[in-house]
């Protein structure tokens, strides 16, 4: 069974206009895919493409206008929130942003546990600690604030924090783009090795197209809110069938 | 030769002390020659950059052997020597377009001023010649952008006017740092086109800054790999691509995957750890912490620089345990 399905996804955003008609803008059409067990799915586009709003919609923090989203067999919009935050987490693209720069580095980590899981403080440290080292922190650091650390380091940081409630599906909105290559290839290769030990499912969105390749089981090309493309990452990058596709493999250098 | 810096060294002046971002980095341009400089961020591949532009902080302390430009020495800390080629002999694109240009000005205003400072012309010939430009740049229905605001432009379109502006008094010497990194694939591969188009047109040298391997692979004929404020490895582009030497310049070839090539989900060959920090720069070799060919050798001493020969036709490096000729 398909862990994640997407069935014909409409969304538009709506801007209210105090006279005339609001304005609606369609940021995803007809989009559909499955995400099964143990697999990545890599989602390609250029800015404004949608990427980050399906990213949205699928943690729900965006609602979506019509269309069906079935996560682990239950639809996505009558899943409590506490039960959600068990089967979807999200790292953020900008490592900078995305922590709270007032809380150490453990803190940041435990936050999920203690939130939805009410853990004590001192065994959700210890949880803290242990993951800190499945990621590859040294638990020295456990009590350093987000500026001490360098940028792969945050990254490390935000993937831990997702993996606290041990979700089935991570969803990675550029997780890598803010990184030099050298770091880039680091943090790529802990996200294969935590997909094998956890056994987890990821959605993998991307500009960049070889990252995408390198990582994925499968990619979905996305141009202006539509899915141009879909299938086996090999096959798609080997043999890409719409035009667009192959602009954008032709563009990467 | 356009320009040569011989030993070029900058440190910033902190209050805990003085950080080398610089350490005797020393290169040649031909005219018409297009250099890549590649590093990650912090190995100092902006600040020669800046340098020469003289747009460095006050804090920093700027030290040099020799610098010719056009076969005419130039001090690098007169301000007076720079400006008079800063915007005319040499010309800067930055990274971020919508940074570098005024937000509160408009797009024709932000040309006329260079166009009237530089050239001298008047209000209306540098008008004709903004338009000119645009146009050149590929923006279409030029006289209307320029009453336009940055905000009013996509990226790729703020970077098309940028390169319009830097070109505007024909430079002798072009430093394109990071053009491209704020923009998509499919607009990177136009800019780069274009500005590899008025390079050829103009017979300009050009500065070609970026992190990524697989561009500066595509664009340049020389190649200049920095790490921690050195250079380790230089050559013409080819050569040292298909056969890197020193172990960083290897990494950084193997650390980017392709979309053209190779398998997926297959590990990748990862340089562990990260540049280090100015204020903790390690002994020997800078790349020692990180290398897995270092022996006490790399820690105790650095490998000399000065093996570097800035000769364009010859790859040199400067490591105690090159990787072997293929």
Partial sequence: MNLLSVKNLNKSYVTKKLMGKNEERKVLSNVQFELGENKILGIVGESGCGKSTLAKVLTRLEDFQSGEITLCGQNLREIPQKNLTHLVQMVFQDPYQSLNPRKMAWEIIADPIMVVEKTPRPQAKIQALAMMAKVGLLPELSERYPHQFSGGQRQRIGIARALMLKPKILILDEPVSALDVSIQAQVLNLLLDLQKEFGLSMIFISHDLSVVKHISDETLVLYFGEVVEHGPSENVFKNPQHAYTKTLLESAP | ?326
């Fill in chain 2, 1 to 326: 030769m356009l320009l040569e810096i011989e030993k070029l060294s900058v440190q910033f002046k902190t209050e805990s002390g003085n950080l080398l971002a610089l350490r005797d980095v020393s290169f040649s341009l031909e005219a018409g020659e297009i250099l890549g400089v590649v590093g990650e961020s912090g190995s100092g591949k902006s600040v020669s950059n800046l340098a020469l532009m003289g747009l460095l902080p006050d804090i920093a302390v700027i030290n040099t052997k020799k610098v010719l430009f056009q076969n005419h020495p130039l001090d690098l800390n007169s301000q007076k020597q720079l400006s008079q080629l800063r915007g005319k002999s040499i010309a800067m694109i930055f990274q971020d377009p919508m940074t570098a240009l005024n937000p509160s000005l408009t797009v024709g205003y932000q040309m006329l001023e260079t166009l009237q400072t530089h050239l001298g012309l008047s209000k209306k010939a540098a008008k004709m010649k903004a338009i000119s430009l645009l146009e050149r740049v590929g923006i279409l229905s030029a006289e209307q952008r320029l009453k336009v605001y940055p905000f009013e432009l996509s990226g790729g379109m703020a970077q098309r006017v940028m390169i319009a502006m830097s070109i505007s008094c024909n430079p002798k010497l072009l430093i394109a740092d990071e053009p491209t990194t704020a923009l998509d694939v499919t607009i990177q591969k136009q800019i780069l086109d274009l500005l590899i188009d008025l390079q050829r047109e103009k017979k300009m040298s050009m500065i070609f800054v970026s992190h990524d391997l697989a561009l500066v692979k595509k664009y340049s004929q020389r190649i200049q790999v920095m790490y921690a404020g050195e250079i380790i490895e230089t050559g013409p582009t080819d050569q040292v691509i298909k056969n890197p030497h020193h172990p960083y310049t290897f990494g950084l070839l193997k650390a980017r995957p392709s979309a053209h090539a190779g398998k997926t989900k297959e590990h990748l060959y990862a340089i562990p750890g990260t540049v280090p920090s100015l204020r903790a720069r390690p002994s020997g070799c800078q790349f020692h912490p990180r290398c897995n060919r270092s022996t006490e050798v790399c820690k105790k001493t650095n490998p000399s620089v000065s093996s570097l020969q800035p000769s364009p036709l010859q790859t040199s490096f400067s490591c105690h345990h090159p990787l072997e000729s293929l």
